[in-house]
């Protein structure tokens, strides 16, 4: 079965700080592994998507994450926080059926 | 202006009435999907359609009903049936078209149902 793990609920940084939300996989396939973030009372938007071609993937608003199959890791992470940064993110595997997706982790940013 | 639409924003229901939630796109998308988020579970999926005329149910169908006749609708009716049918409700579609797991999906805003 295919699953994915957030492994935090929640994670606080101080603006200008790095952000790090950890993500791991359980696939039987290679899989396809998506990062989207939501704002309260919003819509799901993408921020980047793996799709086995380069390990590192950049998205939008500075965001990256790297796909260690090693560590079947995909986390997400961004140099320097912004306060517009503060929301929910949700990691998402496709192997070939419809999206399985993460608990989601939200983000909190402190001026 | 492309997108994907839903509406009501808002929707407020007593319990033991059916409730339709409407699901637009433009995008001349084939696939689209309905999930249901609840806090601290992320998105659980109730139904999807790759195509026209036709409909799969996903992990949490049960009180829950579509219909797929035109590519650029999918509305979902909560029926009475649905034992706990407040949450938030959101809409996505994709090229589908028999793609590969790249195909990314797309999502709308979203309906807040409360049940009253």
């Known amino acids: 079965a295919q699953s994915v793990t957030q492994l935090d609920s929640h994670v606080s940084v101080s603006e200008g700080t790095p952000v790090l939300l950890r993500c791991n996989y359980s696939?039987?396939?290679?899989?396809?592994l998506f990062w989207y973030v939501q704002h309260p009372n919003k819509g799901l938007q993408l921020l980047l998507k793996?799709?086995?071609?380069?390990?590192l993937v950049k998205g939008i608003n500075g965001f990256e994450a790297e796909f260690k199959k090693s560590e079947t890791s995909f986390h997400l992470t961004k140099p320097s926080a912004h306060m517009s940064d503060a929301a929910e993110y949700f990691c998402?595997?496709?192997?070939?059926?419809?999206?399985?997706f993460g608990k989601g982790t939200r983000l909190s940013v402190i001026a | 202006d492309g997108g994907i639409t839903q509406s009501p924003k808002y929707l407020f229901r007593k319990e033991g009435q059916n409730v339709t939630l409407s699901c637009e796109q433009n995008?001349?998308?084939?696939?689209m999907y309905w999930y249901r988020q609840d806090p601290g579970q992320g998105l659980r999926l109730i139904y999807y359609?790759?195509?026209?005329?036709?409909?799969q149910k996903g992990d949490i169908a049960e009180g829950y009903s579509v219909s797929r006749e035109k590519k650029e609708s999918f509305p979902l009716t909560v029926t009475s049936a649905q034992k706990n049918p407040t949450a938030f409700y959101l809409c996505?579609?994709?090229?589908?078209?028999?793609?590969?797991?790249?195909?990314?999906?797309?999502f709308g805003p979203g309906t807040r149902l409360t049940v009253l």
């Open positions: 996505a579609s994709s090229i589908g078209r028999g793609s590969t797991s790249t195909d990314t999906q797309y």
């Open positions: 696939s039987s396939y290679s899989p396809s």
């Open positions: 793996y799709t086995s071609a380069a390990t």
């Open positions: 998402v595997v496709r192997p070939n059926t419809p999206l399985v």
């Open positions: 995008l001349n998308h084939d696939a």
């Open positions: 359609s790759q195509i026209v005329n036709d409909f």
